[in-house]
Each structure stands twice: as structure tokens, then as C-alpha cells.
């Protein structure tokens, strides 16, 4: 069980857990990744985000089917919003269910490598000193090394 | 005719999100190479290529690509998602 | 912040998902681990937690304060129960808050890690073929060498 | 008098969940012994003890643990909760 979805609404992790929790069967482990918007220059007043329409589901797609075969899992939830967004609210989620902990856990980071490197999203921070791209990591192209 | 798209700062700095262009380049390179020929805006968008991503065909690629038979490219920065 | 709580009452690990990065200041990154009972034979009909009251308590919000030290965590959620649980209940759940997702996620396979082995709960099957301890994994224990 | 407490199958095997004891015992392994020496119920609990637990006083110990001024003592398999 494959679930991507790109949105601009607004989305509730805790609901969405309960929902994936509800469908699986006997898988054992579930995990969870969400990512809230972050504040750190206190400055921001909002998050801006933009992808590209098409190839993000592709992208999304491939990734989270690329875990569900390697790691076997029972489900793979992944959402990911666009548009424009404020400090607390949240970005994004993955979810990953498998027979065991080991499992599960490494599929979310995988996917979270992943989609932080490999998704086509850009996010721009809105603030009092005016408009900034995030620059991307090595940190985060650096992670995908060790899958 | 390929369509040419464009995200985040190279989106901002070219002005627009996409374009329509007649070519007969042979790779994303040779593409990159006339449009930075046209304008001083294509110039200043692709000055560092380091700096930018390439999909073609919506699938991640590279600038030694061919274009053949190819429908569309879109040229940004490296991803920020998550 | 660390919040253990050691009940023989259901739980929502949505609810609690919610709740808890609700309170959060300036986290970004929150990752949940949810352990639901699985039947692996297809013969059981509920499983039993015994725990040691007070041992428990106090190992796990040890555990808690450790993880929260070590990874510099914006909260810590424990929860586990006690008592007759029915396939697909929530046995468990842990979560934890970070600035950086790398933290997040090492954390909560830290407290799993440690949960499984230094917690004192015990499971036990029942089934249509009678009870069975659940007997302890060397993996779990060998689990913990790489803290 | 110490509290001596047992947990599941270990529980089962001695057939209460705990018991006060009165000891002269220096050391958790000597426990033991005194247990095992009084009926078979504690030697079949006890017959193979790396398969046993022991907490002192609530924190994880081992049967080397001296008993002076302790209070309480548990005995249990390997956890297995998560």
C-alpha cells in the first residue's frame, strides 16, 4: 500500500497516523516522520513552498515504492504540502508500517533521504529582512550515501 | 518545440516559469549555451551550472543529455524539500 | 519536556501525535514509533503485559532523560501499557522532537532500543493452543551495542 | 526482611508474585541458594540462572549484588516489552 499525496490544504499528522494505523494488517511497527516549519532566524513570517506539478508525484512515487519492496513494509504514507505555510504548521509526514522496528525505522529515513534530495521542492522564507531561498545541505546529499 | 521550465531563483531570475523554444541542440549543454546567447537575464541564471539541477522529461538527468525526441526540461537548484 | 506514562488504558497514538507537537516550540522535526500487537501464529486471542509498578516508571523516564540529554531533544513522549491487549491494539508508543531529524529519529530507535531490553515488561500469548511467554531476543539485547 | 518480588514465568513457577524474607544472606547469589535449598518450586524457578534478571532495589543489578540494607529484590526472565 502505496499513499502519496502533493497538496496545498493542510493536513493533521495525528489523523493521518490513525488512519494507516487502522489499515494495516499485523505489521507491527509503524514509524513516523513530520517536519513542521522552523523558525530560526525569528524573523519569518511565512514558508513558501513550490515544486514542480507532475514530476513531484513521479518522484515521490518511486521512492516510497523503492522502500516498500526493500524493506518489505506492510504501507508507505507519504504527503507533502506546497503554497504557502506558517511557523508550527506542518510541511510534510511519512509513514512506514512493517513486521518489525528495524524496518520500519530505516525506511523512513531512506524516504526522508531521499525526498529531501531527490523531490522537487524548493522553499523560499518570507520574512521582516525581505525573501530567502533555503540553500540546500551537504549534509542532506551526503545522507543518500549510506543506502 | 521543447518546453522549458524553470523553478525557484532560476524561475525568479529568468522572469518567467516557462517557455516554448524552438531548437536544434543537441544536448541540455548546447541548450544552456544558446540561451545563454539570447539574454543577459539566461546569462545570470546559469552562470554557475554547479549550482543547478536538470530534469528532462521530468526524470533527473544531466547536462550531457540528449535532447532527441525530448518534450520537456526544466533547469533548477538543488532540492529543499522535507 | 518528558512524558512517560505507564497505563493499562487504550491510548491514540494519533491523539497523542497531535498533542504533542502542539506543544512544541520551534521543533522541526518529530518522529513517533507505535508498536500495535501482532499475531504471528493467527492462534492468538490476546496478549498480557505484566510490569514491575515503580521499576517501570523510573526506567523508562531514565531512559527518557538520557535520550533527551544525548540528542538535545524539544520533547520526549514513553507510553506503554499494561494488562489484556487484543490483536491490533496499540501496545506502545514513543516520540520525540528535534531541531534536525537526524536527532529525531536516533533518539526514538535509542529508546526502542532500550525499551525492549531494560524495561521491565513482560509479554505473554494466549491463544486457542494456550499461554506463551514471548521470549527475549538476542537481537534486542545485541541491539543496544551500538549506543 | 527483604521484599522478594517475581515476575512472570519465574512468578508462575514459585506461584506467588511476592513474599517477605528473612535472610541473613550477603549477596543476591546467596539468596538464592537459601531459596533453591527450601522447596523445589524455587529450584525449578531457579535451575538455570542466565536465564534469569535481577533488579535491586528497582534498578537492574546482577547476583553478585551484595543484600546490606536493601530493601527490595526482584526476579524475572529477560524483558521482552515494546
Known amino acids: 500500500m502505496v499513499d ?18 487502522a489499515r494495516l ?14 523558525d530560526d532566524s525569528g524573523q519569518m513570517t511565512e514558508m513558501l513552498i513550490e515544486h514542480y506539478p507532475g514530476m513531484t508525484e513521479a518522484a515521490l512515487t518511486k521512492i516510497a515504492e523503492e522502500a516498500e519492496d526493500r524493506w518489505s513494509l506492510a504501507g508507505v504514507v507519504v504527503i507533502h504540502r506546497h503554497g504557502a505555510l506558517r511557523v508550527g504548521e506542518q510541511i510534510m509526514m511519512v509513514a512506514t508500517a512493517a513486521r518489525h522496528r528495524g524496518h520500519a525505522f530505516e525506511a523512513a529515513e531512506f524516504l526522508m533521504d531521499y525526498l529531501k534530495s531527490r523531490a522537487p521542492f524548493w522553499k523560499k522564507e518570507r520574512g521582516a529582512a525581505g525573501d530567502a531561498w533555503v540553500a540546500a545541505k551537504d549534509a542532506d546529499e551526503a545522507a543518500l550515501d549510506r543506502w | ?32 549555451t544558446e540561451l545563454i546567447a539570447r539574454e543577459d537575464r539566461y546569462a545570470a541564471a546559469f552562470a554557475d551550472l554547479t549550482a543547478l539541477r536538470v530534469a528532462v522529461d521530468q526524470e533527473l538527468s544531466d547536462f550531457t543529455a540528449p535532447l532527441a525526441g525530448v518534450r520537456e526540461v526544466a533547469f533548477f537548484p538543488p532540492m529543499t524539500g522535507g
Chains 1, 3 share one sequence.
Open chain 1, 4 to 21: 502519496v499525496r502533493v497538496q496545498e490544504a493542510a493536513f493533521q499528522a495525528g489523523a493521518e497516523l490513525e488512519a494507516f494505523s
Open chain 2, 1 to 32: 518545440m521543447i518546453d522549458v521550465l524553470y523553478f525557484a531563483w532560476v524561475r525568479e531570475r529568468i522572469g518567467l516559469p516557462k517557455e516554448q523554444i524552438e531548437t536544434q541542440a543537441a544536448t541540455v549543454a548546447d541548450l544552456v
Open chain 1, 25 to 38: 494488517q499485523n505489521a507491527g511497527a509503524v514509524v513516523t516522520f513530520s517536519g513542521l516549519v522552523r
